[in-house]
């Protein structure tokens, strides 16, 4: 099994700033995957990141809006930058299982923007 | 294109009854489909997965899920409900494994006594 763990679990930001999330991982993966969560809302991929090269992001995010790192093959961070209160939602990191197994997702960052 | 799609917002059960979440996929290619549950203030947590084995698939907490082709669908069941299910439940599909998972709109579960 893969432990995520993902920081700050919550924070309650102005809007017009910058929020790094950070996402640690107990073992090493190839890909790191960044979802967000609006409220009431399911689960929509933002982008995946793979160490050693750009980001891939899906249709309706760019990153000018969410840059991301990925320095090495356990951690990635998400920015949300210059946020409004539309950004108000749970970011949530993911990896797939050693061998095969699943997907495995960090408890989550609930962002406030206001 | 994959999607995915959950039947109801919300469905409410007395505890001991049959809980019954449906869901329908489409893909293009053989998926892989899940079923992740999210309690208030949590993470995802997988409850089952179907990777082209068995069609009936058992998960933790006694919940299990039948894959049937001829229908895409893949609906969740429990033959009796516990106040400890109450929560969010999310049907998810991937064409690529275990990467890139497309998920539905979820169905909370309540349960009442």
């Known amino acids: 099994s893969a432990v995520i763990s993902q920081k700050p679990s919550r924070d309650i930001c102005q809007r017009g700033t910058s929020l790094t999330i950070q996402c640690q991982v107990d073992s090493q993966v190839t890909m790191m995957f960044w979802y967000r969560q609006q409220p009431g809302q399911s689960l929509t991929l933002i982008a995946t990141?793979?160490?050693?090269?750009?980001?891939?992001?899906e249709s309706g995010f760019v990153i000018d809006k969410f840059p991301i790192s990925r320095p090495n093959l356990t951690f990635s961070t998400l920015t949300v930058s210059n946020m409004s209160p539309e950004d108000s939602s749970i970011y949530l990191c993911?990896?797939?299982?050693?061998?095969?197994?699943?997907?495995?997702f960090g408890q989550g960052t609930r962002l406030t923007v206001v | 294109a994959q999607s995915v799609t959950q039947l109801g917002s919300h469905v409410s059960v007395s505890e001991g009854a049959l809980v019954l979440l449906r869901c329908n996929y489409s893909?293009?290619?053989?998926?892989?489909l899940f079923w992740y549950v999210q309690y208030p203030n949590q993470g995802l947590q997988l409850l089952l997965k179907?990777?082209?084995?068995?069609?009936l698939v058992k998960g933790i907490n006694g919940f299990e899920a039948e894959f049937k082709k001829s229908e895409t669908s893949f609906h969740l069941t429990k033959p009796s409900a516990h106040m400890s299910d109450a929560a969010e439940y999310f049907c998810a599909v991937s064409e690529s494994g275990f990467q890139k998972l497309v998920f539905g709109t979820g169905t909370r579960l309540l349960v009442s006594p």
């Open positions: 993911s990896v797939e299982g050693a061998i095969n197994t699943e997907a495995f």
């Open positions: 893909s293009s290619v053989p998926p892989y």
């Open positions: 179907y990777t082209s084995a068995a069609t």
């Open positions: 990141a793979n160490q050693g090269s750009e980001a891939t992001y």
